[in-house]
């Protein structure tokens, strides 16, 4: 099956602490993204990545981090200085040259 | 800034009746908008993109509109089911690899 996986779907972590989101794809895209969703309001871009190695801020990257690798991997980390990281978090990629996103089913993070 | 706005409140329409759901843009003029349906706890699906130079774009019981007059996309399902029910999130592109959404709108269709 072709697609893109998030793991785990639902992450618990103490404050204070960093976590690691997971995110894989076989589409053989191009360009990642992650994405946070909180209730009520849009998705926002944290980070997104065009090519391997190399990668771009997006809205709202303070306190988070990411790599690229692997044209495959694009996982994000959630750093102890993000003050509000209870949230749903998506990745997702796309084709170059196109304007569609495939998105992956989501990593639901809460801080206790 | 760019923004995109849908009406935040959900929208009950019985079994059968045309669902639509609006899109407004402010600011800046999008060469094209997406529109993706949610499900609770699951990633956004792509149903279907319209450029600013196509008025109308269908896929199947999937109508989209693009008024750029008006600065607005109307979605429109017809022959609506219970299957239907969902968040619908319209998108534009804002520069190249970067997107704005909406907060989406939710969608119940009752049997």
């Known amino acids: 099956d072709g697609g893109i996986t998030q793991s785990p779907k639902y992450l618990f972590r103490k404050e204070g602490q960093n976590v690691t989101l997971s995110c894989e794809q076989n589409?053989?895209?191009?360009?990642m993204y992650w994405y946070r969703q909180d209730p009520g309001q849009g998705l926002r871009l944290i980070y997104y990545s065009q090519i391997v190695n190399d990668f771009q801020k997006g809205d709202i990257a303070e306190g988070y981090s990411v790599s690229r690798e692997k044209k495959e991997s694009f996982p994000l980390t959630v750093t102890s200085a993000q003050k509000n990281p209870t949230a749903f978090y998506l990745c997702a990629s796309s084709m170059a040259g196109t304007d569609t996103q495939y998105f992956g089913p989501g990593t639901r993070l809460t801080v206790l | 800034s760019q923004k995109i706005e849908q009406n935040s409140e959900a929208l009950n329409i019985q079994e059968g009746k045309t669902a639509t759901l609006t899109c407004n843009y402010t600011?800046?003029?999008?060469?094209?908008l997406q529109w993706y349906r949610q499900d609770p706890g699951r990633g956004p699906v792509f149903l279907l993109l319209i450029r600013e130079n196509e008025k109308e774009k269908r896929k199947e019981r999937l109508k989209v509109t693009f008024d750029t007059t008006l600065k607005q996309s109307l979605f429109h399902i017809t022959a609506s089911q219970p299957a239907d029910s969902a968040t619908y999130l319209c998108a534009q592109g804002s520069g190249t690899y970067k997107y704005i959404f909406g907060t989406g709108t939710r969608l119940k269709v009752l049997a």
């Open positions: 589409l053989n895209h191009d360009a």
């Open positions: 600011n800046y003029s999008p060469a094209y």
